[in-house]
């Protein structure tokens, strides 16, 4: 595991090739910081640059990687009969470029993502697969940026998991919904609620994934429920996730499942 966003190739030979490829990315590297330039300087949003990259990518590969275990199949082996290790590749680098359209623009930014991702993915699939192959890829990985925003619904499983794991970068005042520094209101003292976030295998064979999420005080039930919980519906994912919130010293459950609120 050595890049620079420490993600687990494993055997995984064409991920550790596109991961070497992301390590060299000069053009690739900029535009993560030109989308937190939007973002950060300009927007007084939250981080979407290497860091959100680096979460994102490792929890969407850990969720996807659990579900194979499982038996569940992505879009990339059901639909064209692809390997379990090329579900990995899209998975990840659709993690690490989801976002990058905030270089752009905030609205609509996951279409100038899909756009900018297109040239990355030319040039970084070409010596790993065929033609035919690097087309596949390449539609598979652009549907998944496009739908990791609402309103566009996920239709692969490999799509549903980037989404639902851009909403777990929350931890310590990362919550996706943006915030004023500084200011005191909802969206601040939910998102700051936010201690911890761990996905784990669930006790239950008909939900595979388990989310916990430790916070100091109820209120960052708001950010869980207004983002991870509109993430989560219509994923695709619905039936596979189980979320647990743990509530300060009380150690308090309160279980999310199906569909959270209608």
């Known amino acids: 595991m050595s890049n620079i966003l420490s993600i687990p190739f494993k055997e995984n030979k064409k991920l550790k090739t596109i991961l070497d490829f992301v390590d060299g990315s000069i053009e690739l590297q900029t535009l993560w910081k030109c989308a937190n ?7 007084g949003y939250n981080d979407h640059g290497p860091v959100h990259v680096k979460i994102v990518s490792n929890r969407a ?3 996807l990687r659990m579900l194979l275990e499982k038996n569940i199949e992505p879009g990339v ?8 290790e090329d579900s990995e590749v899209v998975v990840v680098l659709a993690s690490i ?27 970084c699939l070409k010596s790993v697969y065929t033609p035919e192959e690097e087309a596949i890829i390449t539609s598979e990985v652009l ?3 496009v739908s990791h925003h609402i309103p566009a619904k996920p239709l692969t499983l490999e799509a549903g998991i980037v989404r639902i794991a851009d909403a777990l970068d929350m931890e310590q005042g990362r919550a996706r919904i943006p ?31 388990k989310i916990i999420i430790e916070m100091s005080n109820p209120a960052g039930i708001f950010q ?39």
């Open 37 to 43: 330039i939007q973002a950060i300087d300009r927007l």
């Open 61 to 63: 590969l850990k969720i």
């Open 77 to 84: 082996k059901s639909n064209y009969g692809m390997t379990l």
């Open 97 to 123: 470029m989801h976002d990058l359209g905030m270089a752009v623009i905030r609205e609509g930014h996951e279409i100038f993502s899909a756009q900018l991702a297109k040239g990355i993915l030319e040039k």
């Open 143 to 145: 549907h998944a940026i």
């Open 179 to 209: 915030y004023e520094a500084g200011k005191i209101n909802i969206h601040s003292v939910s998102a700051l609620s936010i201690k911890k976030v761990d996905i784990l295998e669930g006790e239950d064979s008909n939900k595979p994934i």
């Open 224 to 262: 869980v429920d207004s983002l991870l919980g509109t993430k989560i519906k219509d994923s695709g994912l619905e039936d596979y996730i189980r979320v647990e919130a743990i509530i300060g010293d009380e150690r308090k459950h309160i279980l999310f499942d199906k569909g959270f609120r209608d």
